[in-house]
């Protein structure tokens, strides 16, 4: 059975559009000649949507520019509704030069204003000798930016998948599919086999042949439960694939064995639409140096070539009359996608996530010089990183009681903390050693050495108390105050003493 799209089914764009600053937006109307935008990012239901179809797009656009006080500002960019999120993500990573410049992944969406593209059009008619065939859109094999040419084409592999040639011109899949690149969007593409018919939504790209022909292969969308084992000679571990189908990229490097049968170290990831796995040799991964204001380190671009997922601070994009703003966001980088790319959505809430608990690790591998307000001495924290156990005293709680206990310690985790009847149960059954003092309390009492804290105290600390408790404290206060009074009664009793004449010089 043919299962082609039922031809009625409204398929529709959104507009995107980018101002000099760079700030990309999408278009939600036009108001006294000023366009209305949204966040592209957020699901929104007051977008303009236009039906896809060539000619009503055509006339939206031309009305929509033309009620524009100053149009020239902007580039517009039309992206399939259901692309609209994903597209606005993978243009917010560029540099918004690239972006305005038609970098190959950007020059597909982009729309030209209606009178620079007659323009264009009337200098093309002029320029061919008269009675010669327009070029077509797809025509483009003068531009160095292209790999493959046109005329180059099989085309009987494309209409063997059920598509049309104009098909892929008019919604610029063959612009992408000649610069060699994947296509971003899908068509739906039909097999006939032994009696057999089958469809699904596909990407395209051109793969050369022996005889210098390129073949149209289509890229399926796969089922992401489904994944191989195997790839290119490599064992995908369930690891591998769990990582994968959270994140899109594997991690880290991969030994794989390429066409040619050699073994190459490459970096794999699923294309996240076809969930198509892909790899990119490690050899030819290029971090930039400098990324939306923040230039990488030298350990960040090693990482990044492993594969890693790194979080840096970034700078953001800022609105007139503000200064740009510091974010940390998650990059990775994508064999997919050839190149660097943030992580949005589920993918960077998981990178982020991993990010902090290494933070939160990292911070507790060394042993902590305080517990609970109180020092701890080095040879506390030696006893410590031993694996033994440290008893604390002069401890306060909330209600400004005193309170001791026992603490152990392990890399990577806090201190545990006992009190002395958990501590003694853990001493008998062999799960703790036996504690040492915090010998810095000690010192206060016994050496004669003393604390701003115990400076003023006449009664006895306790063993290894290094604070008063709070009625200590009291006592003290009220002792301070006590002999303020008697110097101030003493010198209101004290009658003044007359003055000594100094008699008179005769």
Known sequence: MDERPDSSQQLMDILLVMDEKGTLQAVSGVKDGELQTKNPLEDNNDLLRVDRHGDMFSNFFSNLWNQLKDPTRFHFFRVPEEE????????????????????????QYEVQPPVQAQQQTQAGQQQQPEGAPQQSAGQTEQNPQYKYRPEDIDWNSLAALGVQREQIEGNGMLDQMLRGFQ???????????????????????????TDGRLTVCSHGILDPEKMQKQFFGYDITDSDKQVLRQTGNM??????????????????????????????????????????????????????KQGEAVVCQFLSRA??????????????????????????????????????????????????????????????RLELEAGGTVKVSGLVDKKGKAYQGY????????????????????????????????????AVNSEGKTVEATRNLKEALQSAQQRPTGEQKQQQERRQEQKEDRKQAQKQEQPDKPKRSRGVRR
């Open 84 to 107: 609209v999120q994903r597209v606005a993500a993978d243009f917010q990573q560029r540099e918004s030069q690239s972006v305005k410049t038609g970098e190959p992944l950007v020059a």
């Open 183 to 209: 296509t971003d969007k899908t068509v739906r593409v039909h097999f006939h086999f032994d009696g057999i018919s089958h469809s699904n939504d596909s990407q395209l790209s051109l793969k050369p042949g």
């Open 251 to 304: 991690g880290h490097p991969a030994t794989v064995t390429n066409r040619a049968g050699e073994q190459v170290e490459a970096l794999v990831s699923r294309n996240l639409k076809t969930n198509e796995l892909v790899a990119f040799p490690l050899s030819k991964v290029n971090i930039p140096a400098e990324k939306n204001g923040h230039t990488f380190t030298p350990d960040e671009i090693a990482r990044l």
């Open 319 to 380: 609105k007139e009359g503000e200064q740009p703003k510091l974010y940390p966001a998650p990059v990775q980088f994508s064999a997919a996608k050839m190149q660097l790319e943030f992580l949005f959505g589920d993918r960077g809430r998981l990178a982020m996530d991993a990010y902090k608990a290494n933070l939160k690790q990292t911070a507790n591998q060394e042993v902590p010089k305080t517990f609970r307000k109180q020092e701890l001495t080095e040879k506390s």
């Open 407 to 442: 603490i152990t310690w392990k890399p990577g985790e806090k201190p545990a903390f006992m009190f002395p009847k958990d501590y003694k149960a853990a001493l008998e059954e062999g799960r703790v050693k036996p504690a040492v003092e915090n010998e810095v309390q000690v």
